[in-house]
């Protein structure tokens, strides 16, 4: 959590990332406060214009006319030229922190995406910095041009009477006080408001992805129950932001004008008893006219300034968060790698598993000599996915090591690392781009034949039959696949990135079983030259294996041949025996 900072220790954070757009933005400032002073400068002649016409001068009034229409004209100048100068700079900024921010999110170690709902974050790239442009380029320009031009404002009425200049002053004053205890209340809202519409966010994502089952289970009613009851919450705080600010208009509205009439009421006085001219009542009232916006609008633009805080304070929270995984500073490298993998004394525990439990993986070891095939198999839940996870970092091991060719991985760069070593996952995750890019997304500069080698391997020729053949998009905006067909590009991926090492999390599962015997043949011959792990769940992916590593209360408990263990382990046997009534029952459903 980051610390409790004020409103200005809080935005100044902003500095690193708008440096180069503070120029243009304290030009539109000067801009502002220039257009502003223009307009607190007709007055002045109004009062002289004012004062000859009484005095039945008429001599003067062409003249201070085309003046006054000047210096409107001015005004009106300097405001267009604030907003060209504000209008580019902010989105600059935006665009910046809205990559630094994806960055972050990709640099974070799992664990961080496992702890945080994806609406929150989406609401902090999205809305969040939108929120902090406007500020910018709007909202932090007048109010620091409205504010000057209230303080020249009131010298300026102090000027013309001192009196009435007091006048409006104390009346006006408890606006300041207003303003301070609208800042604590309106924050806490606006707090409120941002992390609701995060969490809204996450409602909405997970709906939609998850539509299939809420229409299977007749839930879509429900899901849009809890929808409506968060969105209504959300109305309710936006209702309470709503009333704050109305609340502090009203004051900014209702003081002001009280203050004038005041102070017009003493100014006849003033002016029947000779302390004042005609003029300079009329200059008066016109001066505290010009400052009745700046005044206004102080509660509005207050109220951006705790919005565009709370945003950049969200917006830190992902940054400041520490990226647990980084690279080394002097990192080694493998030259000729040979594709030795090896766990050392591994142990790791998830960071919100109950510590009472003992550790998922505690003191395993395992070694996979160069182009060996090991099978990892063990009853459910066993944490058989999570040790090929720690082979990649997407989570660090708490003690022990991963090693390969005898190089703790943690003393490669992750970049070297993912060169080494490739991933398949149950799950696979396509994205909304060309078959092609989806399958060389771990080998950018792969070639047509990597390419097409590693769609032969994984059964992956369908992609030839597709509308546009390899640039079919596919993914969430293009053509939807079967799953066992995202299966076989997930696995051409992981081939295709040319890893001395695969990791291979029950790539297969969605695969009929021609096709998985198939995939199994093509690997064999790859993995003549490529170690690989590979999470079995079938007893047909466990014959592709060299060996079989069986995995028990967070260690390798055995590890030898298929037919040994068979002979050997009556946990093995257990556990195959319980593949195989799940395979049975898989193909009856089949
Ligand atoms: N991201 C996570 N955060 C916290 N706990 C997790 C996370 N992922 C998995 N777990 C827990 O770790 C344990 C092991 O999960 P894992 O997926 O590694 O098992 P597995 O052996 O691969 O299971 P299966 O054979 O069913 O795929 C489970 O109890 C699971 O609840």
Aim: glycine fraction near 6%; aromatic fraction near 8%.
């Amino acid at each position: 959590m980051t610390e409790q900072k004020n409103t200005i220790q809080t935005l100044w954070r902003l500095v690193p990332f708008a440096k180069k757009a503070l120029p243009r933005i304290f030009l539109g400032m000067g801009a502002a406060i220039a257009a502003h002073m223009f307009a607190l400068s007709i007055p002045q002649y109004l009062q002289n214009l004012v004062n000859s016409l009484v005095a039945g001068g008429v001599d003067a009034l062409l003249p201070a006319v085309g003046l006054i229409l000047l210096l409107g004209v001015a005004e009106a100048t300097f405001v267009l030229l604030r907003r060209w100068l504000v209008l580019t700079p902010g989105t600059h900024v935006e665009a910046y922190m809205r990559n630094t921010l994806f960055a972050k999110l990709q640099d974070l170690p799992v664990a961080f995406h496992d702890r945080w709902p994806s609406g929150q974050l989406l609401s902090r790239a999205v809305s969040d910095l939108h929120l902090i442009r406007r500020w910018l380029s709007f909202g932090l320009v007048l109010f620091v041009a409205n504010l000057l031009t209230l303080v020249v404002g009131l010298v300026v009425l102090f000027s013309f009477n001192f009196w009435l200049g007091l006048i409006y002053l104390a009346i006006s004053l408890p606006i300041l006080i207003i303003g301070f205890a609208f800042e604590k209340s309106y924050g806490e809202v606006a707090r409120l408001s941002q992390d609701q519409s995060g969490d809204l966010a996450t409602r909405v994502e997970q709906a939609v992805h998850g539509v299939r089952v809420l229409k299977a289970f007749g839930r879509a009613g429900h899901a849009a129950r809890q929808f409506s009851e968060q969105a209504h919450e959300l109305r309710g705080t936006e209702l309470r932001k709503a009333r704050a600010v109305a609340n502090i208009w009203l004051w900014l509205i209702l003081l002001p004008e009280i203050a004038l009439g005041l102070a017009l009421l003493a100014g006849v006085v003033l002016v029947s008893q000779g302390e004042i001219t005609v003029g300079t009542l009329v200059a008066f009232v016109a001066t505290a006219m010009v400052l009745r916006w700046p005044t206004e609008s102080l509660g509005f633009l207050l109220g951006m300034t705790l919005e565009a805080k709370t945003a950049v304070t969200r917006f830190f929270e992902v940054i400041d968060e520490p990226a647990l995984i980084s690279d080394p500073e002097n990192p080694k490298t493998i030259t000729d790698p040979k594709g030795e993998l090896e766990f050392r004394n591994v142990s790791f525990a998830y960071p919100d598993a109950p510590k009472d439990q003992p550790p998922l993986i505690s003191g395993l070891s395992l070694k996979l000599a160069p182009g060996e095939s090991v099978a990892l198999i063990g009853l459910t839940g066993c944490g058989k996915s999570t040790l090929t996870a720690v082979t990649t970092r997407l989570y660090e091991v708490d003690s022990g090591a991963v090693l390969i060719d005898g190089v703790d991985i943690r003393d490669l760069t992750r970049a070297e690392l993912r060169t080494h070593i490739a991933m398949a996952f149950e799950d696979a995750t396509l994205f909304s781009s060309s078959v092609r890019d989806n399958v060389l997304l771990g080998n950018a500069l792969g070639s047509e034949q990597d390419l097409t080698q590693a769609l032969e391997i994984a059964q992956a020729q369908f992609v030839y039959d597709l509308p546009e053949g390899l640039d079919t998009k596919i993914g969430e905006e293009g053509l939807s696949l079967s799953g066992g067909q995202r299966q076989r590009l997930a696995l051409a991926r992981a081939v295709a990135a040319k890893p001395k090492i695969l990791v291979l999390d029950d790539p297969l599962s969605a695969l009929d079983v021609d096709t998985e015997a198939m995939v199994e043949d093509a690997l064999r011959h790859v993995l003549t030259t490529t170690t690989a792990l590979i999470v079995a769940h079938r007893p047909s992916t466990v014959m592709l294996a060299d060996k079989v590593a069986l995995m028990q209360d967070g260690k390798i408990v055995a590890y030898d041949t298929h037919q040994n263990l068979l002979r050997d382990s009556e946990h093995y046997r257990f556990v195959i025996s319980s593949l195989d009534a799940a395979e049975k029952a898989r193909e009856v459903n089949l």
